[in-house]
């Protein structure tokens, strides 16, 4: 069974560090690239940050650029958010997602989140 | 960074209405786009990617067209399980923004 789940939430003061994890389990996690992506309390969903399966090639939201790092560990087929300097706008839920690439017969990369976590809750505030 | 507008943002109706939902690119994203499904606490579902093809295992009444800077989503006979929010999302470059959302109520 095809499984991704984040933890590592919590309540966080302004200015704070969390270490937010994704577990992944079902398919060979070192041949996708995986995301990040994050809907705060009532609002929409906003894209924080890629890695590709070799971490070669890592994209961040220019909203969380300098304060968070995305990296994995194949090995333990396991995803890491590590947030620093925590903002009160960064409170959301968290998720994690598989990173789908699609390539059609003209070669075009189509690139679709298709297989999500159930979120992790992060809280700022004091 | 590439702008997504949806409209509606909400949008009441009736089982077996056929809806429409419209996201317009601040840019020609060609066919880059892909829609998702979220019903509360949950987390959002892939219903279709490369603006038109339909991913494994969502029912037909789904379909997605356009191209450029316009593209729809149309569920072609609203069933009970399909009142839900509906995102799209360009795939053409980084950042890959979202459109704020259509919320599909009952009428």
């Known amino acids: 069974e095809v499984q991704l789940v984040e933890s590592g939430g919590g309540l966080v003061k302004p200015g704070g560090s969390l270490r937010l994890s994704c577990a992944v389990s079902g398919f060979t996690f070192s041949s996708y690239s995986m995301n990040w992506l994050r809907q705060a309390p009532g609002k929409g969903l906003e894209w924080v940050s890629s890695?590709?399966?070799?971490?070669?090639?890592?994209f961040y939201a220019d909203s969380v650029k300098g304060r968070f790092t995305i990296s994995r560990d194949n090995a333990k087929t396991s995803l890491y958010l590590q947030m620093n300097s925590l903002r009160a706008e960064d409170t959301a839920v968290y998720y994690c997602a598989r990173n789908y690439e699609n390539r059609n017969y003209e070669n075009r990369r189509y690139y679709y989140s298709d297989i999500w976590g159930q979120g992790t809750m992060v809280t700022v505030s004091s | 960074d590439i702008q997504m507008t949806q409209s509606p943002s909400s949008l009441s109706a009736s089982v077996g209405d056929r809806v429409t939902i419209t996201c317009r690119a601040s840019q020609n994203i060609t066919n880059y786009l892909n829609w998702y499904q979220q019903k509360p606490g949950k987390a959002p579902k892939l219903l279709i990617y490369a603006a038109s093809s339909l991913q494994s295992g969502v029912p037909s009444r789904f379909s997605g067209s356009g191209s450029g800077t316009d593209l729809t989503l149309t569920i072609s006979s609203l069933q009970p399980e399909d009142f839900a929010t509906y995102y799209c999302?360009?795939?053409?470059?980084?950042?890959?923004?979202f459109g704020q959302g259509t919320e599909v109520e009952v009428k």
């Open positions: 999302q360009q795939s053409y470059n980084v950042p890959r923004t």
């Open positions: 890695i590709d399966p070799s971490s070669a090639y890592i």
